[in-house]
């Protein structure tokens, strides 16, 4: 990996681990300790990740998010404590496209910001109408959908929440954003639609429904499909 | 004037000052005409009436009338009438006398009255002045006692009352006198005053007045043998209202103080909580990240050094989620956290934890038996979430390696029941109730980690979802946690309509 990461994160000796852990894996690192610093950073290197502790001395991660995401579409990932599902959510509809919950693993944090790059020159070429996962297959192009060569049947719902989950694998997606992309912004407040559609999503499409293995919860978030 | 004097003084006043006024009027008696001898007496009774009262009023218009007969009617110096038309003189004379004494005497009195009644009004006036800056109930009590002995000479006391009740002991320390609480106890409940002259002149307060306001009763004042009760009645009551009034601006302060210092509480508990959230997961991510860099480290470490990089990340990862589940049980008890219920799938609650649990379940078959037309359940998913991980954790914990554990659910007429079982040894059957105690094990002095904080933050979450849980062994031995939720009301689906 050789990309440029901006670390923002107060605690010194987290920030190192950060730095080294992805050091290591051939990034180049800018580092701060604040919002404003982090701010200054962004314009001065240019960063293609972005890895954001939500618990700044200076206040206000969202700001800092909806600031960045005025000018740039730099994948944002952010690191926050476990009870604070509120910001979580809040930071992913201000625009990050992840979190991290502390403590975390390292290799959990690598492979989080694997799927953070690789995603993103996907967004440059076509999009492979073809998307495969366990032993299923979508075909968006004939909008079939294949599960051990058979093929199943989705109802108009549910093939456009399929949609919008393949459209951004290893990405958490709050409730709320997939409310609003697939039902529509007046069901911005029904999640059990979304979680009755989900579950029949699971039911057709998973191996076992109840121990899902691509179609994940995020308790208190959202929703994340794995590939 | 009156007030100076005796009665038999003033009696003996008037005979005097109608007597002179008659004789020094003989000495004009050739010269004036009856009816002109007739008014100066008038005028003396008036005098009198206004001087010496209502009694010495009457007495003199009597005295005037005989003295008129007696000394200027022919025949004179005889009670003796010649002409009957005289007695029209003497009717109407003693009649203009009287009434001329009863309306002065009253105007008088009613003057007197004012007078004091304006005085009372400058008194309440001036007490409600003390009393608005009154800052608590013995302030209130002193000026009002000052007051009262200062008015109506009697003595008096405030029993302020606890939930509308008087509690003698509390209340009647200190007062002046005994009081009747039998007699306090029904002005309280009746609203109304009672007066009670029975009690008068012992030792005993006769009058309880409620200090009552719109909103509630505050108390009763007592006040003990009043005289000139026409008047004072009034006053005390008026004085009642007053005293009501300010122990409510006090009750409200009290409350606003109150309110003030559990919001100012409140805040410094939650960023307790939250500082020390931060400041133990913070060294425990460091703990966490170095032991993993160790891991990762280029060439890599020998087996022994791995093994024990990935152990200390492993024991870091546990110690916060204990302190998690400690943090998350103090701010439930704090009734700091409002549970965000929503309608949730049990099996999207059950998926998460597995998926959160993952690793630590790695060891153990995991059966999960969950009804697809389950019903939709109101819960707090983040809450619930972590009640079936401690209670998955809890069975990974107590039971051998490569066992069976089986989380599933059955849906009951009104409830839905989730269960965890596993083949371990079970619970101690004489402490089935007390795991879910905080700091109670299944096993006394066992190397297990971890402390009962798991089944306690359970039930506590559990019983926040007015739900139930309880541990039973079963028949085949091995333990199993049930977990009750009430059904509620789901929320209609609207039907898709299929293309």
Redesign the interface.
């Known amino acids: 990996m050789d990309f440029r990461v901006l670390i923002i994160e107060d605690?010194i000796?987290?920030r190192r681990?950060?730095k080294?852990?992805l050091e290591?894996e051939g990034c180049h690192i800018s580092e701060a300790g604040s919002v404003k610093e982090g701010l200054r950073q962004v314009g001065a290197t240019n960063p293609e990740l972005i890895v954001l502790d939500l618990?700044l001395p200076d206040g206000d991660g969202i700001g800092f998010i909806e600031e960045v995401r005025t000018w740039s579409d730099t994948p944002i990932l952010i690191l926050s404590?476990?009870?604070d599902?509120k910001d979580k959510v809040a930071g992913l509809n201000a625009g990050a496209d992840d979190y991290l919950t502390?403590?975390?693993?390292?290799?959990e944090l690598i492979a989080r910001i694997k799927a953070l790059l690789r995603r993103k020159p996907r967004l440059e070429e076509d999009v492979s109408p073809l998307v495969q996962f366990g032993n299923c297959s979508v075909d968006f192009s004939t909008r079939t959908v294949l599960r051990e060569d058979q093929e199943i049947h989705l109802?108009?719902?549910e093939y456009k929440l399929l949609a919008v989950m393949l459209s951004r694998p290893d990405k958490v997606m709050t409730q709320t954003h997939i409310l609003k992309t697939v039902w529509g912004d007046s069901y911005a407040d029904?999640?059990?639609?979304l979680?009755?559609y989900?579950?029949h999503l699971?039911?057709k499409l998973e191996e076992?429904?109840?121990?899902?293995k691509h179609f994940?919860?995020?308790?208190?978030v959202g929703y994340r499909f794995k590939q | 004037m009156a007030d100076r004097f005796s009665p038999l003084q003033r009696y003996f006043l008037t005979a005097l000052f109608c007597m002179a006024s008659a004789f020094g009027l003989t000495f004009f008696a050739d010269d004036l005409d009856h009816a002109n001898i007739v008014m100066p007496l008038l005028l003396v009774v008036l005098l009198v009436s206004v001087n010496l009262g209502r009694d010495c009023a009457v007495f003199s218009a009597v005295l005037c009338v005989s003295l008129f007969d007696y000394l200027f009617v022919p025949p004179r110096f005889s009670f003796a009438v010649n002409d009957p038309q005289y007695l029209v003189t003497f009717f109407v004379m003693l009649v203009v006398a009287l009434t001329t004494a009863h309306m002065a005497s009253g105007l008088k009195q009613a003057a007197a009255d004012a007078l004091k009644r304006e005085e009372i009004t400058q008194a309440l006036y001036k007490v409600a002045k003390d009393l608005a800056g009154a800052l608590t109930g013995s302030q209130v009590n002193e000026i009002i006692s000052k007051f009262v002995l200062e008015q109506t000479a009697s003595k008096s006391w405030i029993i302020e009352t606890q939930d509308n009740k008087i509690v003698r002991d509390e209340m009647t320390k200190g007062s002046p006198f005994s009081i009747e609480s039998h007699m306090a106890t029904i002005a309280l409940r009746d609203k109304r005053t009672v007066n009670s002259s029975s009690l008068n002149g012992a030792d005993w307060a006769s009058l309880y007045v409620p200090l009552g306001t719109s909103m509630r009763t505050y108390g009763v004042l007592s006040v003990s043998n009043i005289e000139n009760p026409q008047i004072n009645l009034r006053m005390i009551e008026a004085l009642a209202s007053l005293i009501a009034i300010t122990l409510e601006r006090l009750h409200y302060a009290q409350v606003a103080q109150k309110n003030e210092l559990e919001i100012v509480s409140e805040r410094l508990r939650s960023s307790i909580l939250?500082a020390l959230?931060?400041d133990i997961?913070?060294?425990?991510?460091?703990?966490?990240?170095?032991a993993?860099?160790l891991s990762?480290v280029?060439p890599s470490l020998p087996a022994q050094a791995l093994e024990t990089s990935a152990a200390i990340?492993q024991q870091?990862?546990r110690l916060?989620n204990l302190v998690?589940n400690l943090?998350?049980m103090a701010?439930l008890n704090s009734g700091e956290v409002k549970l965000?219920f929503?309608?949730?799938?049990l099996?999207?609650?059950?998926?998460?934890?597995?998926?959160?649990l993952n690793l630590a379940l790695a060891d153990h078959r995991?059966i999960?038996n969950?009804p697809?037309n389950l019903p939709?359940l109101e819960l707090d998913?983040?809450l619930m979430?972590r009640v079936v991980s401690n209670l998955l954790e809890n069975a990974v914990k107590y039971s051998p390696k490569g066992s069976r554990i089986e989380i599933g659910a059955i849906e009951h007429p009104s409830d839905i029941e989730i269960y965890v079982l596993d083949q371990g040894p079970g619970f101690d059957a004489t402490k089935l109730e007390e795991v879910f105690s905080l700091f109670v094990r299944g096993e006394k002095e066992s190397n297990k980690p971890g402390f009962g904080v798991g089944l306690a933050i359970s039930q506590v979450v559990v019983k926040a979802h007015r739900g139930n849980i309880y541990a039973q062994n079963n028949s085949d031995g091995g333990g199993s946690v049930h977990v009750l939720l009430p059904k509620g009301m789901?929320?209609e689906?609207e039907q898709?309509v299929?293309?």
């Not at chain 1, 029904?190 to 639609?193: E, G, M, T, V």
């Not at chain 2, 929503?342 to 799938?345: N, S």
Request: charged share 20%; net charge negative; aromatic share 4%.
């Open positions: 605690e000796q987290i681990i950060l080294n852990a290591d618990g404590a476990r009870f599902e502390k403590p975390f693993g390292v290799s109802t108009p719902i029904s999640a059990h639609y979680r009755i989900m579950s699971r039911q076992n429904p109840s121990q899902p994940l919860t995020e308790i208190g | 939250s959230s931060h997961r913070t060294p425990l991510t460091v703990l966490v990240g170095l993993d860099s990762m280029k990340a870091a990862m916060s998690s943090l998350e701010r965000r929503e309608w949730h799938l099996q999207d609650v059950v998926g998460a934890s597995l998926q959160h995991i999960t969950i697809s939709l998913a983040v979430e789901p929320p689906l898709e299929c293309a």
